[in-house]
């Protein structure tokens, strides 16, 4: 059982274990796995087994799907352990989205607090697998905190490209902590996207951003985690944020495969949600236009503040697989639905909340309807982005034009029991 590269565009292949990120054509690269003999064993069976297991590498809810994602020798696996994440009922959010069957997988309570963790997993057991000693990546923040945590435990050196300003507070902190090299580029992501191609090009270190097709692979057990949740019985809809569409192309990738082997029999629909000030995807797809990127995103959720998305070709195709859609949704509908995921109990930054506006556009639209069983896909965790939530709730976001309609702002009192009597009084 031997896995290939193979362009997605003009089906090149090339051999998996030289480092290569796109074809000679320019295309992207996708690892095509041996479908015929994996078909011979009975992979349920072995996921099954795997469950909960306390066996290195299987405790991870990435590598308990080993034959599917990267068959390689135990010796290079870099794992923490990663996955087993909680799939939630969605409580108020769901009530707020007008779905009756609403399941919220918080891919925030990985290691480093973001779904991240499971693309990085495979990428950097790729990186030790190639040799490399060097790694690097572009990011808006949650993947840098990822490589530069994973490369920790690796023993290899980081190098981290982020754009200057508006970059999450947890996530530079998480990327300086764990010892990553941060170089704060004068640019935007896109800018600096493509000056990390080009250094890893000609410095022999090893790129790590989703255009790496071992990062998509270690994604797909999103997806994977959630059917064996749910007993693989497939739900009716996938949603999930998109900003580079690294993870739609992992979780419509794994879905397609699993069709193909016959492990799921139905194929869901797939929703992408993206900011309406960062929508290259959703203009393509809604206007039946080429792609053409978007200059100078922008939008709070600043996750997903990117114009021009590296994996956009590999998420379409994942979109037109699964008769999915694309939608956007403003500023204001992401911090108003993120007051409802982390009024739930449950919590996530505001990207992972673009899931919950756009479900409710979706059921408003009468796309999704209020019965069918909808995951949703929560990227990061709340405490990733403190500064967008507490200014949300401080009523200080004016100045970008988001009314804080749900705030639970801190009330100030004098330190006597009638005052507290009063705050509490409001609340019976
Ligand atoms: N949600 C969060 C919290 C993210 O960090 C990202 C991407 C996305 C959604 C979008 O996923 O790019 O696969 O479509 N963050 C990247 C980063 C770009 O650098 O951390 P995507």
Known sequence: MDINLKCADCKKSY?????????????????EHDLESLRKL????????????????????VWRYKELIFPVPDEFIVSKPEGNTNLYDAGKAGKYAGLKNFLLKHEGENPTCSFKDRGMTCG????????AKIVACASTGNTSASMAAYAATAGMLSIIFIPEGKIAYGKLTQALAYGGKTLQ????FDDAMTLVQEVCGKLNIYLLNSINPYRIEGQKAIGFEI???????????FILPGGNLGNNTALSKGLIELYELGIIAKKPRIAVIQASGANPLFLMWKNKTPYKRVPHADTIATAIKIGNPVSWKKSYRGIEWSNGVVEQVTDQE?????????AAGIGAEPASCATVAGAKKLVEAGVINPDEKVVGILTGHLLKDPDATSNYHKSSLGDIGIASRFANAPVQIEPTLEAVRRQIGTLL
Not at 124 to 131: D, E, P, Q
Not at 227 to 237: C, G, H, S, T, Y
Not at 335 to 342: C, F, L, P, S, Y
């Open 15 to 31: 051999d998996p274990y030289i480092v290569r990120y796109s074809c000679e054509c320019g295309g992207t690269l996708d690892v």
């Open 334 to 342: 992401i911090m108003d639905a993120k007051a409802w995921v982390d």
């Open 124 to 131: 950097m057991t790729a990186a030790r697998r190639m040799g």
């Open 227 to 237: 059917l064996q949740q749910l007993n693989w019985e497939v739900p009716d809809w």
């Open 185 to 188: 580029i004068r640019g935007d």
């Open 42 to 61: 009975d992979l349920k069976k072995i996921f099954e087994e795997r469950w909960r297991s306390r066996q290195k590498p299987y405790d991870s809810g």
